[in-house]
């Protein structure tokens, strides 16, 4: 007998399959059509919790790339309790974040340039998880003489590198090696330093992100020049703001300069930043920040330091560097706009077959390593023009079409018996692509069907055999038992039958269109058409408006 946790395990990877297309798998085409990575060996056994953790996380602003974490079910589950119910953070003290310091620069073996390193990483994936250079490209980042000013040093290095156009204005340079080498890395890739007279009066016209790399935790006292017109400048940009017109963001690094470390800004005319990220954890003073984004940098605190200081942070998914803290943004839905940048996509581009177009473009999203390039949105319509859409996975493409598996009692699977017609669509969102694809659909042979599902693993087979897919069940450990059941049934290693009611669809295409986004809205849309010309069916291209 399994576990009650051996059997919540092997069902998890069940329950997510089932919620995707009740099994949605793929006949092995015969040749193989994309070299790079064949079709059916394409399978991730938590495909919907990571595609729906994924868009969660983009609405949420969780710094992370759910992809590169997909192999651990467990760390998908925790991420998601945590997102249901998050923990209270730690915020420190001032006297408590120099003791942390000091321990991991001493009896931890941490370097200041390391820790300085992973700062300046961590602010500048938390800018770029929120402001795209797209449309804020170019970045001022006004760095102090201490710590702080070295991490915003780094972090227009890394912003750089990520798209962006910095500015450095570096008034009071420190004349370490650490310091020197930092200015040394930025002027070999020719970003400009600014000083204070260079500055323009009015910061807005000329710069779309503002860092405020100025002070950190230890800085005490009242800013002086030059330092304390630069914090005017700011203050002067929300002043602006609140008269609605375009003004900078600006990023402010652990603390708000010019903000006492824990009772925040107590004169109430301080900076006001739109986006504060902390560093190790959140100082007391950020209890008291009222800006949009709030994120924790610095991926390096061991448990040790955790236990000690009784801190609670919450984890960082994936390969991320920063996480997001604190409310989540509020999101006015109809200013959600993307300006697309995508080289031009012309006529003379396109394969003379759009079966081979949508191979060049496949192999685009492998090369990509964009997560489940084969993910597709499945739509059909009953015999009342009721319509109704679903992820399911692509499993071969040949020239007779597109194929993919699934429950025949499901709902697709009556709709398809009521009206053999359907559309798929493919989105790749880090190229800025689509594809459209309308047609007949018919099921695809018996063999076929049968030769794929047992190309399956065992537990995917088990799992198409417990799903009645579309039906209704008591509750999950029905499905559960169930599986345990036919585990049991079938542990001797003899073959797993194919259900009756499970098999392959293959829509054959009659429209094709391939969508590129561009800037303005100018986006590309050309379109494959199966029209009849001379007696032979041949396939048309059309430019469509975007």
């Known amino acids: 007998m399994l576990g009650l946790r051996t059997k919540r395990k092997a069902m998890s990877c069940l329950l997510s399959r089932i919620f995707v297309s009740s099994n949605s798998s793929h006949h092995q085409i015969s040749t193989p059509v994309f070299p790079s990575k064949s079709l059916s060996s394409i399978r991730n056994p938590i495909s919907f919790t990571a595609g729906v953790l994924s868009s969660y996380s983009k609405a949420r602003g969780i710094c992370s790339r759910v992809g590169n974490s997909m192999g651990d079910k467990d760390n998908v589950i925790s991420t998601i309790e945590t997102l249901q119910n998050p923990e209270p953070v730690t915020y420190l003290s001032q006297r408590d974040a120099a003791e942390i310091d000091e321990v991991l620069m001493g009896p931890l073996g941490f370097s200041v340039d390391q820790l300085m390193e992973l700062a300046g990483l961590s602010v500048a994936t938390s800018i770029a998880e929120v402001y795209k250079p797209s449309e804020y490209k170019r970045v001022l980042a006004i760095c102090g003489p201490g710590n702080n000013g070295g991490d915003g040093l780094v972090a227009a290095r890394h912003l750089h590198h990520f798209g962006y156009a910095p500015f450095i204005c570096y008034p009071k340079r420190t004349p370490k090696a650490l310091y020197s080498g930092l200015v040394t890395q930025l002027e070999s890739l020719a970003v400009p330093f600014l000083s204070v007279e260079d500055l323009p009066v009015d910061l807005s016209n000329d710069f779309d992100i503002i860092i405020d790399a100025m002070f950190g935790f230890s800085f005490h006292g009242a800013p002086r020049p030059p330092f304390d017109d630069l914090i005017h400048k700011l203050v002067c940009l929300h002043s602006r703001d ?42 007391l003073c950020a209890k008291k920040f009222s800006g949009s984004h709030h994120f924790l940098g610095g991926r390096f605190v061991p448990p040790t330091i955790a236990e000690k200081y009784q801190l609670q942070l919450p984890p960082y998914i994936g390969t991320s560097m920063c996480v997001r803290i604190g409310k989540p943004p509020k999101v006015d839905i109809s200013a959600l706009r993307e300006n697309y940048v995508s080289p031009a996509f012309l006529e003379d581009q396109l394969e003379a077959d759009p079966i081979d177009q949508f191979r060049k473009w496949f192999d685009d999203a492998l090369v990509a390593g964009l997560h489940e390039p084969n993910a597709m949105a499945l739509s059909t319509s009953n015999k009342n023009g009721k319509p109704s859409s679903r992820m399911v996975l692509l499993k071969g493409v040949d020239m007779e079409g597109f194929v993919w598996y699934t429950n025949y009692e499901s709902q697709k699977g009556n709709d398809l018996s009521d009206n053999p017609r359907a559309s798929l669509l493919f989105y790749w969102d880090g190229l800025n692509r689509q594809v459209r694809v309308e047609g007949p659909v018919q099921k695809v042979p018996e063999e076929e069907s049968e030769n794929y599902f047992h190309s399956r693993p065992r537990g995917s087979q088990i799992g198409a055999i417990v799903s009645k897919q579309s039906s209704i069940v008591p509750g999950r450990e029905v499905l559960y038992q169930e599986y345990e059941d036919l585990e049991n049934r079938f542990s001797d290693g003899t073959i797993i039958p194919k259900p009756k009611h499970w098999g392959g669809y293959r829509l054959k295409p009659e429209l094709v269109e391939f969508w590129q986004g561009q800037p303005s809205r100018l986006h590309d849309r050309l379109q494959y058409s199966l029209r009849e010309i001379d007696g032979k069916w041949a396939w048309k291209v059309d430019r469509l408006a975007p």
Do not use: F
């Open 242 to 283: 609140q008269t609605r017109q375009r003004s900078p963001v600006i990023v402010s690094v652990d603390i708000p300069s010019g903000w006492h470390v824990e009772e925040g800004d107590t004169g109430g005319e301080g900076i006001k930043p739109d986006m504060l990220v902390s560093l190790t954890a959140p100082k």
